[in-house]
Each structure stands twice: as structure tokens, then as C-alpha cells.
């Protein structure tokens, strides 16, 4: 009998059965997530609603947002103001309208860049170990410590309320549980024999952690990616409350809560207004990333 060696075969041909059978196209996903429930389809329905108006906010808005008028204080809703107006006169709808752009920005674009500097840590840890899973993981710890909103509060304060300061804060917020996930994920797909296969072929560690690690371990990235798009919204909307987040007289669902609560007693359109808002689109969000979950990382939901 012959020895055969490693290099005579392919190491693609060294996928496990269980990767291979799990294969699915984008399209098969997207309709499992979305048409899979009826909540989940109603959930889809709402939040392309939001986005749809955030994008078209300067043009459906009736008023503009940051316009006072000293005529039109404290005006309960009618066929000119559909939700009143508020202790300077502005537009609650006009408000609600553009204050959703910063919402929803803040909710997908944080989530985005969290997801890319937690799995860049995370992937590195789990690969290269020793010192260097050592260090990402002290440091991962040390800000795991902190509640998201409590991390978030921390930073805020420091930086500021601008936009890309609310970003930063709402990234470093999240990347620590990215960074876990990653890691966690690498370590597994690590032992799997196609990787080690890999190495003793001697493809490139790049490679290696781009062609196999990655691909291997995006399922619960995309799955926690979506959940903490919902905790996003919250968590901008409770900086903005605070006076931290999005700064007057630019609005967003946390600062109209704030100002409507400051004036409450003249009129409560603007803090029913905000956290039905919040309320929905939190739901929503989290409806389909219950859904994304189900579908991607099944093991999880049971």
C-alpha cells in the first residue's frame, strides 16, 4: 500500500458534511427570515415604513422642524398639526419625521461598524491565541464590565453630543460582545479538519481566516448584528434624553421625549409621539432579528 500525502488532495474537499449541507442561497435566507411568520412580515412592513420616511423626510415633512412660531404653542393636534406642536411652536410630526434619519442612522450604522471591529478582535484572538488572545481579551473583559448604556453614558459625556461622537460611543458600546462571539466561533471552526487541513497545506493565514474562518463564523455575527440594532435605538434615544446625545435644536425620538416632558402638563402629544416611535421600531427590530436568529443559528433559539 501506498502512503498517500496531504498535499494529493484538495483541502476544499476536506469540508465537513455538516457545512456543505447547510449551504443556502441569499435569497432562500432573506425569505425565511421575512415570510417565515406573519409577525415577521408585519415586523419587515414597519421598520421599511420607518426607513422609507427617514429618507424622505425633507420632502413628506409638512413643516419645517426647527422652525419656531410663539403663535403656535402648545397646539393639540388638528388637520394642520396632526400631532400639536410643542412649547416653541415646532411641528411634533415634522419633528418625529426628521428625528427618525438620526434614529435609524444611529441604529444600523453603529451595529455595522461594531460587528466589523468586534469580529476584526475576535477573529484575531480566537486564531493567533498566546499573547495576543491574552491582551484582547483583558481588554474585552474590562469593558464588558460596564453595561452598554452605562459604557455609553460614560464615553458620551466625555466626548460629547456630536454625530460621529454618538457613532463612536455606540460602537465601542458594542464591540466587546462582537469580540466574544468571534472569538468564541473562531475557536471552534480552528479545530474543524478543513482548517487544519489548510495549515498543513500551507495556505497563507490570511487566507485561511478570510476563505474559511470568516465565511464559517457570520452566522452569529449577522444574528447579533441584528438584535443590537434595536438596543442602538434605545440606547441614542436614552443619550438624547439625557442631554448627550443628538443636541437641540436637531431632533431625535430621545430629545422630543425630553422636551415634551419638560412641558407635559401643556400638552403630552410630543412624549406619546416619541415612545410609540421607539416603542414600535425597537419591536419591530427585534421581531426580525428573532427571526434572523432562527433561521441562521438554530441551535441558539432552542
Do not use: C
Not at 388638528?78 to 426628521?98: E, N
Not at 478570510?210 to 438584535?227: C, D, E, G, K, S
Not at 430629545?255 to 419638560?262: M, V
Amino acid at each position: 500500500m501506498t502512503d498517500a500525502r496531504l498535499s494529493d488532495f484538495p483541502v476544499d474537499d476536506l469540508i465537513s458534511r455538516e457545512a456543505l449541507a447547510d449551504e443556502r442561497g441569499l435569497g432562500d435566507v432573506v425569505r425565511q427570515v421575512i415570510f417565515g411568520r406573519i409577525s415577521t412580515q408585519v415586523a419587515f412592513f414597519v421598520v421599511v415604513v420607518f426607513v422609507v420616511v427617514a429618507i424622505l423626510a425633507p420632502w413628506i415633512a409638512p413643516y419645517d422642524p426647527v422652525r419656531q412660531s410663539i403663535l403656535q404653542i402648545n397646539k393639540h393636534p388638528s388637520w394642520d398639526h396632526w400631532l400639536g406642536t410643542d412649547q416653541f411652536g415646532r411641528d411634533v410630526l415634522s419633528r418625529m419625521i426628521h428625528g427618525s434619519r438620526n434614529s435609524l442612522i444611529f441604529g444600523l450604522l453603529s451595529p455595522v461598524f461594531a460587528a466589523f471591529f468586534g469580529t476584526i478582535l475576535g477573529v484575531s484572538a480566537g486564531y493567533f491565541g498566546g499573547i495576543v488572545d491574552r491582551l484582547i481579551s483583558r481588554i474585552v473583559d474590562m469593558l464588558m464590565a460596564f453595561p452598554e448604556l452605562l459604557l455609553a453614558i460614560l464615553i458620551a459625556a466625555a466626548l460629547g453630543g456630536s454625530f460621529w461622537n454618538i457613532v463612536v460611543v455606540l460602537t465601542v458600546a458594542f464591540t466587546p460582545g462582537f469580540a466574544r462571539v468571534a472569538r468564541a466561533s473562531t475557536l471552534a471552526v480552528k479545530q474543524e479538519p478543513y482548517v487544519e487541513a489548510a495549515v498543513a497545506a500551507g495556505v497563507s493565514t490570511p487566507l485561511i481566516i478570510f476563505r474559511h474562518i470568516v465565511p464559517n463564523i457570520a452566522a452569529p455575527i449577522v444574528v447579533l448584528m441584528t438584535l443590537w440594532s434595536a438596543s442602538s435605538i434605545r440606547i441614542e434615544a436614552t443619550l438624547s434624553f439625557l442631554g448627550i446625545g443628538t443636541q437641540p435644536p436637531n431632533p431625535s425620538w430621545g430629545n422630543i421625549i425630553r422636551d415634551g416632558l419638560s412641558n407635559m402638563f401643556a400638552t403630552q402629544w410630543p412624549i406619546v409621539a416619541g415612545g410609540l416611535a421607539i416603542t414600535i421600531v425597537v419591536l419591530a427590530i427585534s421581531i426580525l432579528g428573532d427571526s434572523v436568529r432562527d433561521v441562521l443559528d438554530p441551535e441558539t433559539a432552542r
